[in-house]
């Protein structure tokens, strides 16, 4: 079974950054990609960036484009999200996912963490 366990959320100010990582364990590990989420109060869980496992590719919410990098290091199992100019609109728990080969989505989560940003 497969555990994500995020790290590196918390209080930060408007145009602050912050770097969220989110480690992979478990007996078998085979990733498609490996993206991250948002859940602000009283909204709906929203897609913020992934990176495809084998090749890289990185793709954003229109959003974030511009100011939040995903990355990966293959040999930890471990991707990070880097938010930089952050503003008080991307208040939210940040939650990191894996889309397993063989999966049709991402069907892994972590347990969040919270990101607040204050004006």
């Known amino acids: 079974q497969v555990q994500l366990v995020e790290s590196g959320g918390g209080l930060v100010q408007a145009g602050g950054s912050l770097r969220l990582s989110c480690s992979a364990s478990?007996?078998?590990?085979?990733?498609?990609?490996m993206g991250w989420f948002r859940q602000a109060p009283g909204k709906e869980r929203e897609f913020v960036g992934s990176i495809r496992w084998s090749g890289g590719s990185t793709y954003y919410s229109d959003s974030v484009k511009g100011r939040f990098t995903v990355s990966r290091e293959r040999a930890r199992y471990t991707v990070y999200l880097q938010a930089t100019n952050l503003q008080p609109e991307d208040t939210a728990v940040y939650y990191c996912a894996a889309h397993s080969v063989g999966s049709d989505a991402y069907n892994i989560w972590g347990q969040g963490t919270q990101v607040t940003v204050s004006s």
């Open positions: 478990g007996r078998t590990l085979s990733f498609y990609s």
